[in-house]
């Protein structure tokens, strides 16, 4: 079993940007894809990018392409998502997630999360 926690999250203006961690309690965490997702109240959760166990193969979300970035360190068994160029629209609770295996891109197919983080980005 796998514990994620989240940091990173806060209030930033539009244009600025955040960097999200993601840390895992147990070890080894190459073994594990990772994903982070966002939810707002009412909507579905949603996935913002994934990427593989090796770091090799990765995934953005349209409206996420050119701003964020994810990346994974196996040694520190921390996973990031850096934000740049912050929109309003970004708005919502980002969480973690990993999964055994390959890297998936919807909400069901990991079944290890965070707690969530909430980032709000004011106009």
């Known amino acids: 079993q796998v514990r994620l926690v989240e940091s990173g999250g806060g209030l930033v203006q539009a244009g600025g940007s955040l960097r999200l961690s993601c840390a895992a309690s147990?070890?080894?965490?190459?073994?594990?894809?990772m994903g982070w997702f966002r939810q707002t109240p009412g909507k579905e959760r949603e996935v913002v990018a994934a990427?593989?166990?090796?770091?090799?193969?990765?995934y953005y979300a349209d409206s996420m392409k050119g701003r964020f970035t994810i990346s994974r360190d196996n040694v520190k068994n921390t996973v990031f998502l850096q934000m740049n160029s912050l929109k309003p629209e970004d708005t919502a609770v980002y969480y973690c997630?990993?999964?055994?295996?390959?890297?998936?891109?919807?909400?069901?197919?990991?079944?290890?999360w965070g707690q969530g983080t909430q980032v709000s980005v004011s106009s």
């Open positions: 147990r070890r080894p965490f190459s073994s594990y894809a």
């Open positions: 997630a990993a999964r055994l295996g390959r890297l998936g891109l919807t909400s069901n197919d990991y079944n290890y």
């Open positions: 990427i593989s166990w090796s770091g090799s193969d990765t």
